[in-house]
Structures are given as C-alpha cells and as structure tokens.
C-alpha cells in the first residue's frame, strides 16, 4: 500500500495533501499553481510517483443544493485527463462541500491568520480535510 494524496483542485491554485505511509493521517503537503488541466495532470502524476502515491483523492465540490457548477465540471475534466495519463495509481473522488469554508474559518478563527497568508494556506488545508474525510470513510468499511 502507498500514500494517498488529496487534491483541492481550482483553477488558480491546487491544494495537495498527504497520507502518512499507513494511510491513516492525512498532513498539508503543498500548493501548486494550475497551469491547464492536462500540465496540471501531469505535474500531478509526478508528484504521486515521487512520493509513491498509489491512490489519488480529488474533491468534487457539490453545492449544497447537490447540483453541479463550473468548478465541478472543470474537476472532472481533470480527472479525466489523469485517467487517460496513468492506469498505475487508483483515482477516487469525494464530495468536497465545504471544505475550502472549513478551512477559511479555521485559519482565521483558530490560526488568526492574515488574508494574505491565509490566501497560500488555505488550498492545501481544504486538501487535507478531503483526504481525511475519505481515509475516515475507507477506515469504516
């Protein structure tokens, strides 16, 4: 079994975050600039083999009243363009509702953190909500 890495994937920035070795714990890895949907594909590929990813985790952002908007249109093009890429690493998708609010509100409740720093943190932050949810969910089964 490899790591799990969760994506906030957006059209300027993609949060990532990564499994501990056991796929219990999900951490803040990085944000990466998007740079189109199949260079973002590939440069995330990159990352899961040099960090022996074996399972890829995007958040799918669903409104609260279930329908779909641009974004989440955007994010599955991006999920195909990664299947077309690889057959090695799993792809999974979960309902990221709210994530990116969680975690505004902690970082500026708990971490009381500027708007400027908050801006480069929050993306990898929404990541690692997503990824866990989906590792807390998977544990249960």
Request: charged share 30%; hydrophobic share 40%.
């Amino acid at each position: 079994m490899g790591r799990f890495l969760g994506i906030d994937y957006g059209k300027k920035r993609i949060g990532l975050a990564l499994s501990d070795i056991m796929a219990i714990f999900a951490q803040p890895f990085d944000v990466i600039e998007s740079k189109g949907i199949k260079n973002d594909a590939l440069n995330i590929l990159k990352i899961s083999k040099e960090n022996s990813v074996s399972c890829i985790v995007i958040g799918i952002p669903i409104r609260l009243d279930t329908s779909e908007g641009e974004m989440a249109e955007l994010t599955k093009e991006f999920i195909e363009e990664l299947k077309k890429l690889t057959t090695e690493i799993k792809i999974d998708v979960i309902d990221e509702r709210l994530t990116t609010t969680q975690a505004e509100r902690m970082l500026t409740e708990e971490a009381n953190m500027s708007r400027e720093k908050r801006k480069n943190v929050r993306d990898k932050i929404a990541a690692t909500f997503i990824l866990q949810t989906y590792l807390d969910i998977k544990a249960g089964c």
